[in-house]
């Protein structure tokens, strides 16, 4: 008896060693794994989490440029409720977001189908198309404020000189020239980035299945409807939830080409809020406005991936 209880123990001593080994060796592992994620997590926190907080906690004071700051609570938020300026900007982005989204698929789509196919030259298409990306958004709406200068500019002297004008016509004097104008430089600027997104797209929809619909009588149409669009659906909403939190964010050429004009039309959300917290420095009020632009486009971006969620999820 004495025999045979000694071996179970051992027997359950030998099987724990095992257990006791995997266990030890699944920590390692994980400690491992929080090691090589550890500085992405530090700049996450550092760059993004702790800025955030910071900001919400200036939202709830009137946080002067030099002086103490004061707790107020919601007093922020509430006046922001009151801030026509604020809504009218907001309204505008939200205008300014739709048509410019509308005008980099219309052009992005469309060059991305065009270098998806193998041809002579296409990687030299790539690259010009892509260009454009490489430049900075300040860069450019500099680049473009020049060219769009009544008197030093390139637009409206050389329609003069080649007689489409009569004379020359300032195209930041009004809204709608002011408007159209930026919305070609952000096309042009941007609609190289989306047709790359969409080339991994398409590049990632097997031939296979477009040779067997092609064999079957599917028009270029109906391959494009059935089969190319919903498989890029994920591509798709990649581009443009991309596309649309940047508009949102649009800042650059409004402030360096058309500096809110004419009349503060062409005010952003983002604009708004710069001239808030540093051009009449209220910083608490500044982080309110931005605190209430992030629940937007929180709002927006998970609105934008539920319409285009696939029937098995993204």
Known sequence: MNSGVMTDQQQQLTDGRPRRRRTARQRRKQLVGLLFVAPALALVLLFFVIPLGMAFWMSLHNWPLLGKPRFIGLGNYARLLDDAQFWASMRFTVYYTLIVTVAIFSIAFPLALFVEKTRSLTKLYRTAFFLPVVVGFG????????????????????????????????????????????????????????????????????????????????????????????????????????SVAGSMLAFDQFYIIADGGPQNSTVTAVYWIFSQSFGSFRLGYGAALSMVLLVILVFIS?????????????
């Open 302 to 314: 998970v609105v934008q991936l539920r319409l285009l969620r696939n029937p098995e999820g993204m």
């Open 139 to 242: 860069s450019a709406s500099l680049l473009w404020a020049w060219l769009l200068d009544v008197d030093s500019g390139l637009f409206s002297p050389a329609a003069e000189r080649l007689g489409l004008m009569d004379q020359r016509v300032n195209l930041l004097a009004g809204f709608d020239t002011t408007f159209w104008s930026i919305i070609i430089m952000v096309v042009w600027k941007t609609a190289g980035f989306n047709m790359i997104i969409l080339l991994t797209g398409l590049q990632g929809i097997s031939t296979e299945v477009q040779e067997a619909a092609r064999i079957d009588g599917a028009s270029p149409w109906q391959r494009f409807r059935r089969i190319t669009l919903p498989l890029m659906r994920r591509t798709i909403a990649l581009a443009l939830i991309l």
